[in-house]
């Protein structure tokens, strides 16, 4: 599956760079230079995949939902 990304973004003029590390902590006292990414999730067709998938996405959408209500309560504060 990697083999198959790399070929895929190989093809695309306007991809410069894969860089498969995720900027552990240990770097940061290196002061790498930090870009953004994107980032790709696959999972398998079974029910185990799917239900692992919807569990991720819920996982997701909780916590972003989570920081939205806290700025808002922190508006509400000051």
Not at 38 to 48: A, E, G
Request: glycine share 2%; net charge positive.
């Amino acid at each position: 599956m990697l083999l198959n990304l790399l070929r895929a973004m190989a093809q695309q003029p306007d991809i410069d760079e894969v860089n498969l590390v995720t900027c552990p902590d240990w770097c940061e006292r290196w002061h790498f230079q930090v870009a953004n990414r994107m980032s790709l999730r696959c999972f398998n067709t079974n029910l185990k995949g799917r239900i692992y998938s919807f569990l991720l996405s819920a996982k997701t959408y909780l916590k972003q939902r989570s920081k939205i209500n806290t700025k808002t309560f922190e508006k509400h504060d000051e």
